[in-house]
């Protein structure tokens, strides 16, 4: 938690220290850990940015520098059917699986914070397993007992895979937002007079509003770059976006992959930022965090 | 307070769903994959921990898993410290940066790598135009090593950089009052006192390191599988269940003995992460 407590502080500390002579930047007055972050940026960043680079490639190959400069892989990256199926496939999945996961996760997350329950730890523990065990494995096991031995669709295997991995997100970040607050505010509703439904729609729920939009957003980017759980599960009439584009690198080294994955973050920016408008970009991983 | 009905009425949907949804059926990996027995399924995890092949791809795993570990903590902490303490008005948007990947798409990140180590790519460019012979850098341990490093050091920064915050920068500056080096400051007051955070960033890291399945499979190649590479081949390749079943109790056992000995430290250290 301790990075959204500090993001807004950052202005207010600094003023009294102004006062102080201006301090020089750290990474100058640390040389080794200052050589150690710059390293540690380039391996983050610079692969990122030669996928852009190759992106607006005219060659018919993955090749560097590029022979020219054209649009012509995003035009065919839009016009090849496989990722705009799966693209919207992907959308349908992610959407799904974050709804389902809220309608299941936000009541726990209530009653593991605001309810007098025994053995609350152990509960709590069953709602996060999902997270311990490899999603690999999450995948083989839906895989064997869902599809091949119940002949459940691809889809919903699907679905309840990626919900099961979306549920401890939901849990806990939007535990965390109701642990931030003061159970006393809805017991004085109680109080003053106010049904247990009109509680929890004028009080509770605007509490919970930041923890449920956090979630929705971290478990939507969740579900939407799944491979591990999503390779085994997919089928010929359901693929995800990230698997497909991972049987295309098999196939061909043309660069239609960097121009899709140039689209994919372009996009994932644009998430970004809005997760910096509704709630604090840092604040979203608090939650899981901690 | 909610009463104890209400409570348990809230909790048991979500309950139902995480049993059936998902305990079940991982139990049932164990004890009865479709047309194969648990004895099955024992007896191939038994050959498997004698066969040298096998032996080869859990000692990687184990071994590339571990080396991840070390430089993502030897190259995300001092990230961490240093954003952590930094007046700059650029940290926030460092910070940014580094959290920005975990957005990202796997896919994505890992193709990065295969335009900078490919056949044609900027590293083999490089080395021609220096007249050098272009080495052979994907479909390596190194690029696995490289696309691991990348995925995961977002992660261990967030794990460091909540530790790090939480630590006083005054017992830093009192430390170095006292004559201590700037480096001693750093291995005798910083260090110790945000070692939780350390372990909960060693620990996610090797447990998402040994687990990842783009990677091996982008960067690594058919000759240098790892155990989630391994899996997908037994499984949708030479439909083997027993294989792929073995190979997922080993993977998910290897988890748990590093999230146990991590809580045992986290524990011992009086402090839990």
């Known amino acids: 938690m301790s990075l959204d407590t500090r993001a807004p502080e950052t202005t207010a500390s600094r003023a009294p220290r102004s006062a102080r002579p201006a301090r020089r930047p750290a990474v100058e007055r640390r040389p080794v850990l200052g ?31 590029p022979d020219s400069f054209s649009l012509k892989w995003f035009v065919a990256a839009a016009a090849y059917k496989p990722f705009m199926a799966s693209l919207l496939q992907s959308t349908e999945l992610a959407a799904l699986a974050t709804l389902l996961a809220l309608v299941l996760g936000v009541p726990a997350a209530l009653a593991l914070e605001r309810g007098r329950l025994r053995g609350k730890a152990w509960v709590q523990g069953l709602f996060l397993s999902p997270l311990i065990v490899p999603e690999l494995v999450v995948g083989l096991a839906l895989y064997q007992q869902l599809i091949a031995a119940l002949g459940v669709s691809s889809f919903a295997a699907l679905l309840v895979g990626h919900t099961a991995l979306l549920i401890p997100y939901a849990v806990r970040v939007t535990g965390a937002s109701l642990a931030l607050a003061d159970p006393f505010v809805e017991e004085a ?36 770059n799944n491979v591990p759980l999503s390779l085994l599960l997919q089928g010929r009439k359901f693929a995800t976006l990230p698997v497909t584009m991972l049987d295309y690198v098999q196939q061909s080294y ?29 604040k979203i991983f608090g939650g899981i965090n901690r | ?88 008005r650029w940290a926030g948007l460092l910070l940014a940066l580094a959290i920005f990947p975990l957005l990202l798409s796997n896919v994505v990140r890992t193709y990065g790598w295969l335009v900078l180590l490919g056949k044609n790519g900027v590293i083999g460019q490089i080395a021609t135009a220096l007249g050098l012979p272009a080495p052979q850098l994907l479909y390596t ?26 630590v006083d920068g005054g017992l830093e500056d009192a430390a170095r009052g006292l004559g201590a080096s700037r480096t001693r400051a750093l291995w005798t007051v910083t260090l110790p006192l945000s070692l939780p955070g350390v372990v909960v960033a060693a620990t996610l890291v ?4 040994t687990t990842a399945y783009t990677t091996p499979y982008l960067l690594g190649g058919s000759n240098q599988r790892m155990l989630a590479t391994q899996l997908f081949n037994y499984s949708s390749v030479s439909i083997d269940w027993a294989g792929a079943s073995a190979v997922a109790i080993i993977m998910t056992a290897l988890v748990f003995l590093v999230s146990a000995a991590s809580a045992a430290l986290a524990g011992r250290k009086g402090s839990v992460a």
């Open chain 2, 1 to 88: 307070m909610l009463s104890k009905k209400s409570a348990l009425m809230l909790l048991a949907p979500g309950v139902v769903f995480i049993v059936l949804g998902f305990c079940v059926p991982a139990l049932m990996l164990l004890f009865a994959p479709p047309g194969v027995t648990a004895g099955d399924v024992i007896a191939r995890l038994g050959r498997m921990l004698q066969d040298p092949y096998d032996l080869a791809i859990i000692w990687r795993t184990v071994g590339l898993g571990l080396l991840v570990t070390v430089l993502s903590v030897a190259f995300g902490f001092p990230i961490a410290l240093l954003l952590a303490r930094s007046t700059s």
């Open chain 1, 35 to 65: 050589a150690f972050a710059v390293l540690g940026y380039i391996v983050m960043i610079v692969p990122i940015l030669f996928v852009v680079a190759a992106a607006f490639s005219g060659g018919d190959s993955l090749k560097f520098p």
């Open chain 1, 254 to 282: 043309d660069p239609m992959i960097a121009s899709m994955s140039t689209l994919i973050l372009a996009a994932t920016v644009l998430v970004a930022m809005l997760a910096e408008r509704a709630v604090g970009f840092a």
């Open chain 2, 141 to 166: 341990e190194t690029a696995i090593v490289l696309g691991l490093l990348q995925l995961f050091l977002p992660l261990a920064i967030i794990s460091c950089y909540s530790a790090v915050a939480q």
């Open chain 2, 206 to 209: 090797f447990a998402g390191s």
């Open chain 1, 189 to 224: 509703a109680r109080g003053l007079g106010a049904g247990p439904l009109k509680v929890f729609t004028s009080v509770t729920l605007p509490l919970l509003r930041p923890g449920i939009v956090s979630a929705s957003l971290l478990g939507f980017v969740t579900s939407f």
